[in-house]
């Protein structure tokens, strides 16, 4: 599967986004999708997952303030942004892999990866 994310941009501080993943080559069903970010000098680091049944995961620093959700008809992943702080400034990444892990959390258990859009927080 190709995943393409897009939605980032500049916003200032207590604004808000919505990120987009779109698939391609297989539909969004056959796969857990979730997103990561990294900022620069930093690690990849785990920001929100939604399984099938549609339980979500998120980090705690953005819990309360970001919301996945998934569109089948639409094969769309999307992150919503809300309240957002000049350290959610990262590039953020969408992500997929065949089944769920208790392992979410870590970015070495993620088989695809999108290229990635750039959020900018300014305070």
């Known amino acids: 599967v190709q995943l393409q994310a897009f939605g980032g941009g500049l916003v200032q501080a207590g604004g808000s986004l919505r990120l987009s993943c779109a698939a391609s080559g297989r539909t969004f069903s056959d796969y857990t999708p979730g997103w990561f970010r990294q900022a620069p000098g930093k690690e990849r680091e785990f920001v929100a997952a939604?399984?099938?049944?549609?339980?979500?995961y998120y980090a705690d620093s953005v819990k309360g303030r970001f919301t996945i959700s998934r569109d089948h008809a639409k094969n769309t992943v999307y992150l919503q942004m809300n309240s957002l702080k000049p350290e959610d400034t990262a590039l953020y990444f969408c992500?997929?892999?065949?089944?769920?892990?208790?392992?979410?959390?870590?970015?070495?258990?993620?088989?695809?990866w999108g290229q990635g859009t750039q959020v900018t927080v300014s305070s």
């Open positions: 992500v997929a892999r065949t089944f769920w892990t208790v392992q979410y959390y870590s970015d070495t258990q993620w088989t695809y």
């Open positions: 939604i399984r099938e049944n549609r339980r979500t």
